[in-house]
């Protein structure tokens, strides 16, 4: 029996403890891990810093992207990068209904408060973009 998440896309699990509301993508957690450390990540906007086209849209914590990837938007895969030093610690799906696009972001290096802050930030006006978190592992777990 298929799985359909809020936005009534297929999920690839149930429910567990690092995923309450089950798991809407896969995440390949090694490659993305082997990807950061060979390619590295280039900040764009750094924390405080407002969108370029919107400034109203002020980012919580870095925002940028893993050097040398290629996503299906076109443009390297995006990153939010945060104090901690805990590496790939997550990821958040999004859709922006301005642009009618979806797209995976990853969470690096962030502390539960961090990671909080990335999931309000992309789904602070759900008619815009909203997302959904997955996360690594159980929020419990990181430090």
């Given at each position: 029996?298929?799985?359909?998440?809020?936005?009534?896309r297929?999920?690839?699990?149930?429910?567990?403890d690092?995923?309450?509301?089950?798991?809407?993508?896969?995440?390949?957690?090694?490659?993305?891990?082997?990807?950061?450390?060979?390619?590295?990540?280039?900040?764009?906007?750094a924390?405080?810093?407002?969108?370029?086209?919107?400034?109203?849209?002020?980012?919580?914590i870095?925002y940028?992207?893993?050097?040398?990837?290629?996503t299906?938007?076109?443009?390297?895969?995006?990153?939010?990068k945060g104090?901690?030093?805990?590496?790939?610690?997550?990821?958040?799906?999004?859709?922006?209904?301005?642009?009618?696009?979806?797209?995976a972001k990853l969470?690096?290096?962030?502390?539960?408060?961090?990671?909080?802050?990335?999931?309000?930030?992309?789904?602070f006006?759900?008619?815009?973009?909203?997302?959904?978190?997955?996360?690594?592992a159980?929020?419990?777990?990181?430090?």
């Open positions: 029996m298929a799985i359909t998440d809020e936005f009534g297929l999920s690839s699990g149930d429910p567990d690092a995923n309450p509301g089950g798991r809407p993508g896969f995440v390949d957690w090694e490659q993305w891990d082997a990807l950061i450390q060979l390619k590295g990540i280039t900040i764009e906007r924390a405080g810093s407002q969108h370029p086209n919107h400034p109203d849209i002020v980012y919580p870095d940028g992207f893993v050097n040398g990837t290629d299906v938007d076109g443009d390297e895969m995006d990153v939010f104090t901690a030093s805990n590496g790939l610690v997550a990821a958040i799906f999004t859709e922006d209904r301005r642009k009618g696009d979806l797209e969470i690096v290096d962030c502390s539960p408060k961090e990671i909080y802050l990335v999931n309000g930030f992309i789904n006006s759900p008619d815009l973009m909203r997302g959904r978190l997955v996360m690594r159980p929020m419990k777990s990181l430090s």
